[in-house]
Each structure stands twice: as C-alpha cells, then as structure tokens.
C-alpha cells in the first residue's frame, strides 16, 4: 500500500525557513517523479513544486521560485521542501503527491499524503 | 502562465442525475489535463488523466473529455458519495496549475 506521510509543519514567523518532509513506502520510490501542492485556507489547490525520478530536474511555481528547494534522497525514501523567507501567504496545508510517471515534471499526481500544516504569523 | 476556469463554481443536484462540470484552460494544451475529487479532510484523489482515461479503481461514472481548450469531467449517476470539490490541472507547462474547483453536493 502506498503512502506518504508529510512532517515538519508549524508555526514559524515571516521572514524564516522551514524543510518539511515527505517518507514514502509501498512503492518504489526512485522509480517516480514527486511533487508538492498546498491548499491555503479556504483556497484551491496550488501546486508548488515536482522533481524527477533521479533528481535530474526540477520545477516551482513562480510564487515560490528562489526561496523553495526540493530535493530528495532516493536511499531514504524520503522527499523535501526546504522554504526560507516565508511570507504570510505561504500558509497552507502542504501535501506531498506521487507522480504517476519518473521522466517527466508534469505531475499526474495519483497518490497523495494527509498533508501538514505549515502557519507562518508573528 | 496557463489560466484554468471552472463552471460553475459550486452545484447542488440529486441523487442520480447527470453532473457536468467544465474546466477551460487559456491556451491550447492538447490532452494534458488531470482531475481530482477532494473531500474535506482527506487526500485529494486521482479521477481521470489525459483528459479521458480513467484512473484504476475508479467508478465508471465519471468520464472526461475534451482537447484543446475546453474539458469536460461528467458523473453519470451522482451519489452521496460524490460529494466533494473537483479540480481541473493542466500538465502542458510549467507552472502547473490548478483550476479554482467545483463544489459539488446533494439536494
């Protein structure tokens, strides 16, 4: 059984960084491109941020490109969000999501976490 | 940055009817549009990729269709359980985008 436990969320003040983490298991997990998508309050889905299956190549949203990285480490299943200068409109509930495919950025996304809740306010 | 719009916004039908919701991207993207059903509380779900396949496991009352600009996801039959807001997202270019979602519940 796939799944995707997200950890690392919290409340962190403007200004300041945050990684939060994705562990994966069921599935091989160097063998898929992972994203990560959030859902502020009371808002749609935004997709945020995908990585290739070897970490070859990666892709953000224009709202957090330069102060986002992704990565991942294939020898520990595990997929990252480092975020540095979170703003108040970072605040979301962020779910890691498995692609479909490992080639490819464009996120076809058919597993999904429960999500963790990253609050950034003063 | 492809634009996706969604109508309507939110609909209220009975249990049994045809439901339609359609997604409209900005530009030409082909096929490449997903949908997802998202229920409060829970992991988004996986409906329907390339526009018209349907995912494993899915029911087959939902179906999509569409190329180009315009896309259509329709539920045959609407069930209590389909309740939930549905999501457009096209994969054609980066940044990957999300439509604003249909609220779908029952009468």
């Known amino acids: 059984e796939v ?13 300041r960084s945050l990684r939060l ?4 298991s069921g599935f091989t997990f ?13 808002k749609g889905l935004e997709w945020v941020s995908g990585i290739r299956s070897n970490s070859g190549n990666t892709g953000y949203a224009d709202s957090v490109k330069g102060r986002f990285t992704i990565s991942r480490d294939n020898t520990k299943n595990t997929l990252y969000l480092q975020m540095h200068s979170l703003r108040g409109d970072d605040t979301a509930l962020y779910y890691c999501a498995k692609d479909m495919g490992s080639t490819s950025l464009a996120p ?13 306010s003063s | 940055d492809i634009q996706m719009t969604q109508s309507p916004s939110s609909l209220s039908a009975s249990v049994g009817d045809r439901v339609t919701i359609t997604c409209q991207a900005s530009q030409v993207i082909s096929k490449y549009v997903n949908w997802y059903q998202h229920k409060p509380g829970k992991a988004p779900k996986f409906l ?4 018209s396949k349907l995912e494993t496991g ?4 939902f179906s999509g269709s569409g ?10 039959s609407l069930q209590p359980e389909d309740v939930a807001t ?3 997202q096209q994969y054609d270019d980066l940044p990957f985008t999300f439509g604003p979602g249909t609220s779908v519940d029952i009468k």
């Open chain 2, 67 to 76: 190329s180009g600009t315009d896309f259509t996801l329709t539920i045959s």
């Open chain 1, 3 to 15: 799944q995707l436990v997200e950890s690392g969320g919290g409340l962190v003040q403007p200004g």
């Open chain 2, 86 to 88: 549905y999501y457009c």
């Open chain 1, 21 to 24: 983490s994705c562990a994966a």
């Open chain 1, 108 to 120: 076809s996304l058919d597993f999904w976490g429960q999500g963790t809740l990253v609050t950034v």
């Open chain 2, 48 to 51: 329907i990729y390339d526009a």
């Open chain 1, 30 to 42: 160097g063998d898929y491109a992972m994203h990560w998508v959030r859902q502020a309050p009371g």
């Open chain 2, 58 to 61: 899915v029911p087959s009352r």
